[in-house]
C-alpha cells in the first residue's frame, strides 16, 4: 500500500499511517496519532508506542466508527483531519499552585485564535504576582499560525520545565537579554511534543521566551515566532532581573540545544493553558 502525497493530509501529518505486520510503520506522526486517540471516549486505552502496530489499528477503527467514518483502520485525510478537529485541544489548567522545588513559575492562558496577544505572569513563591508582561505563542503558518505539533507552529500548552539561560550570539533574532528556554513537557501537550530532554527526536525543540531587534519588531505589534513565545525586550530584560536579582535564579549557558540531555536542574516552571478548552 502506498502513502499518499503529502498535501492531502492535514499537517503534522505528511502521510497515511495504517497496519503492515511485515513493516511496521513508525515515527512521531504515529506518536502524535496514538494519542489523540487515546482522548476519544469510542477509543479502548492502549499504549502510544510510537508504532503502528495491531493496537493502534485497532483504535483507529473505534474512532472511525464513533464517529461514523467509513472503517478501515487507516488514518487517512479524512480520520486525521476529524481526529485533529476533536482532540487537538489538551483539556490542560493550570492547578493554581506555585511548583515545590522551582524558584519561578510562569503562567500565559492563550486563545484558539493565536493570533491575539495575552498576558504573562512571572510569579515567584507563595504564588506572589511579581511582573505581568505582553506575550505572544503564535508560530508559522497560515489563519493564526500551524498547529503545535507541526514543525515551527503555535506553543504547545501544557506544562513545562523551563531555565533561563544566557544571551543568544544572534542578537538580531533573540534580543539583548537572558531568555527562558522551555526544557521539558510535563502534562498537556507538552508532554507529547517535548517529552524527554535525553532525545534529540522531540517533536518539537529549541522553544524560547524571547525578543529580537530586527525590523519588524519595530513596528508596535509583537511578530509571531517559529513556535517560541514573543515578548517585547523591555519585558524579557525585566523578567531577567527579577529572577536574578530577587529569586536567586542563576543563568545557565545558553548551549543552544547542542548537549544531551540538557545538563541543567530546570529552576522554573511554565503553565501554558488555552481558555476556551
Known amino acids: 500500500m502506498k502513502s499518499v502525497l503529502k498535501e492531502t493530509m492535514p499537517l503534522p501529518f505528511k502521510r497515511e499511517l495504517y497496519y503492515s505486520s511485515i513493516d511496521l510503520m513508525e515515527g512521531n506522526d504515529v506518536y502524535i496519532a496514538q494519542h489523540f486517540l487515546l482522548r476519544s471516549k469510542y477509543v479502548t486505552k492502549f499504549k502510544a508506542s510510537k508504532v503502528y502496530d495491531l493496537s493502534t489499528k485497532n483504535a483507529v477503527e473505534e474512532f472511525q466508527s464513533g464517529n461514523s467514518l467509513c472503517v478501515n483502520g487507516i488514518l487517512d485525510s479524512l480520520t486525521a483531519s476529524l481526529l485533529i478537529k476533536l482532540h487537538l485541544k489538551d483539556g490542560y489548567k ?48 497560515p489563519k ?86 514573543h515578548s517585547w525586550g523591555r519585558a524579557v530584560k525585566r523578567v531577567s532581573e527579577i529572577l536574578t536579582n530577587d529569586l536567586g535564579v542563576k543563568i545557565n549557558k545558553n548551549l543552544y540545544g547542542s548537549i544531551v540531555p540538557y545538563p541543567f536542574k530546570p529552576q522554573g516552571i511554565l503553565s501554558l493553558q488555552l481558555i476556551e478548552n
Open 144 to 229: 493564526g499560525g500551524y498547529n503545535s505539533f507541526t514543525t515551527y507552529g503555535n506553543t504547545p500548552t501544557g506544562m513545562y520545565e523551563i531555565d533561563l539561560n544566557s544571551v543568544a550570539k544572534n542578537t538580531l533574532d533573540f534580543g539583548s537579554y537572558p531568555m527562558v528556554r522551555l526544557v521539558k513537557g510535563l502534562r498537556g501537550n507538552a508532554a507529547i511534543s517535548t517529552p524527554d530532554t535525553s532525545k534529540k527526536d522531540n517533536i518539537r525543540s529549541g522553544l524560547l521566551i524571547h525578543c529580537g531587534e530586527k525590523d519588524h519588531w519595530k513596528k508596535g505589534v509583537i511578530p509571531p515566532s517559529l513556535g517560541c513565545i
Open 94 to 141: 493550570d492547578d493554581e499552585k506555585f511548583p515545590e522545588g522551582y524558584l519561578f513559575k510562569i503562567l500565559i492562558s492563550v486563545y484558539s485564535d493565536r493570533t491575539i496577544p495575552t498576558t504573562a505572569y512571572l510569579i515567584g513563591p507563595n504564588n506572589t504576582n511579581l511582573f505581568k508582561f505582553d506575550a505572544l505563542t503564535q508560530g508559522k503558518g
